[in-house]
């Protein structure tokens, strides 16, 4: 029988798609102010892999992501979603953008060997976290690169983000390792 224990702390990344860029810097600016030191962006990259999100977003949407220097439990995905989702309808009620939902917010973690993101919505690959919040590992890495799933959503399968991803992957290990030489003083 295993032993239980405590999971290794994981890397907050947040995902912003908008087609406004102030609607970014405002998922920037409130990230920090959740998550805390931001320690990597992506670019904002052209989101156009499907128009499932243009009757609620408009068309040209671009995506980018944030991840952030302190490390979380992994159970702390599920306020973390909660969080973001309140944040998305602040946003809507203020910003006075025509959309009914001009930013999505999806946070999720990175750990060494997967990125996983927090959903609302259920299906079969996804498990069921609590308090309304389900999880999917939409990336796993393997043999020095991340590799998708056949549910993957399609611009997580792109190299630019894979890119984008390897280097979390690298900030990630380089934080927790300190953090590991620091609670070991």
């Given at each position: ?8 702390k994981?890397?907050?990344?947040l995902?912003?798609?908008s ?10 600016d409130w ?16 989101h ?14 671009k ?5 952030f220097?302190r ?19 602040l946003?809507?009620?203020?910003s006075?953008?025509?959309e009914?939902?001009?930013l999505n ?22 498990l ?5 919040i389900?999880?999917?590992?939409t990336?796993?890495?393997?043999k020095g690169?991340?590799q ?5 959503y399609?611009?997580?399968c792109r190299?630019d983000?894979?890119k984008w991803?390897k280097?979390c992957r ?9 953090s590991?030489n620091?609670e070991s003083?």
């Amino acid at each position: 029988m295993g032993a239980i224990g405590h999971p290794p702390k994981v890397m907050t990344i947040l995902a912003a798609f908008s087609r406004h860029d102030a609607a970014l810097d405002w998922a920037r600016d409130w990230g920090v102010d959740r998550f805390g030191t931001l320690v990597l962006e992506s670019p904002r990259f052209v989101h156009d892999e499907t128009n499932y999100y243009d009757d609620e977003m408009g068309a040209g949407l671009k995506k980018t992501f944030f991840a952030f220097e302190r490390l979380i439990d992994q159970d702390g995905i599920v306020q973390a979603k909660i969080d973001s989702n309140q944040a998305e309808s602040l946003y809507a009620s203020q910003s006075g953008l025509p959309e009914s939902r001009p930013l999505n917010l999806d946070p999720g973690y990175l750990s060494d060997s997967k990125f996983v993101l927090a959903t609302t919505k259920d299906h079969a690959h996804r498990l069921y976290l609590g308090r309304g919040i389900f999880a999917e590992i939409t990336l796993r890495y393997r043999k020095g690169e991340w590799q998708s799933w056949e549910w993957t959503y399609p611009d997580y399968c792109r190299d630019d983000y894979r890119k984008w991803f390897k280097d979390c992957r690298v900030k990630f290990r380089e934080l927790a390792m300190r953090s590991a030489n620091e609670e070991s003083v």
